[in-house]
């Protein structure tokens, strides 16, 4: 019941709808003084005097306080790389949706048109949904929180009814499992270790990084747990 919980929520977001590289080209004149001067770079005209960079972050080694820990961080780990995909196809689906019901003005089309999606996504990926595992599942959850600003259940509260999103809600619940969940890395350790996670697999490339629409910065999460003594991260 729990795993067609789940695909029941996913398939509902999912049918809501369907560093680049410069080469520098050359540096400019000096303005006023020496340290002043302009860039240009090759196919562009415009004469830049700074240059806006991506966020780099050095990361430090991770310290275990013994097997255990770090046999439940190489847990998370895996499972967190797994439903990553899923949670960043879902946060996708919805700026679709929301681009998408611009140009259908009629309800009748709009059912229709989310009822051919969500045939398409439950035989392309429901497969796949089903074989999630509990902690799997919860994980997912809450990237989907992290992604989108919402809980599954608000998610599904808007696209159905209240009472679908209650009785997902209670399904899950009987296996532990809360779509009310968010995505909470200031409190929670374990969200802080699943953000610590997705950053070193972004910065490796391993996952196509979505930034998170929630409102948290991860150098000072960093900081802050590290300062913590081990027993306060739960």
């Not at 681009?99 to 045939?119: A, P």
């Not at 089903?130 to 808007?158: P, Y």
């Amino acid at each position: 019941m729990f795993r067609s919980a789940i695909l029941g929520v996913f398939l509902m977001i999912w049918s809501l709808g369907f560093s680049q590289e410069t080469e520098r080209d050359s540096i400019l004149f000096p303005k006023d003084t020496a340290e002043d001067y302009y860039v240009r770079f090759e196919g562009d005209s415009i004469l830049l005097s700074s240059i806006e960079l991506d966020e780099v972050y050095i990361f430090g080694k991770l310290e275990f306080a013994d097997k255990n820990e770090r046999l439940r961080y190489l847990i998370l780990r895996r499972k967190t790389l797994k439903v990553y995909p899923y949670a960043k196809m879902a946060a996708e689906r919805l700026v679709e949706l929301n681009d998408s019901l611009q140009h259908i003005t009629k309800k009748r089309h709009q059912k229709k048109y989310t009822k051919k999606v969500q045939k398409y996504i439950e035989e392309e990926f429901s497969g796949e949904l089903k074989k999630l595992t509990r902690t799997e599942g919860q994980i997912l959850v809450k990237l989907i929180h992290r992604q989108t600003g919402e809980t599954a259940f608000d998610l599904v509260k808007e696209l159905r009814s209240g009472w679908r999103a209650f009785w997902y809600n209670t399904t899950a619940s009987m296996f532990k499992i809360s779509l009310k969940e968010e995505f909470r890395p200031e409190q929670v350790h374990e969200d802080y270790l699943i953000e610590d996670i997705l950053q070193r697999a972004f910065s490796a490339n391993q996952l196509v990084r979505q930034k998170s629409v929630l409102d948290y910065d991860y150098a000072q999460l960093t900081n802050k747990w590290k300062s913590k003594p081990t027993a306060s991260k739960n």
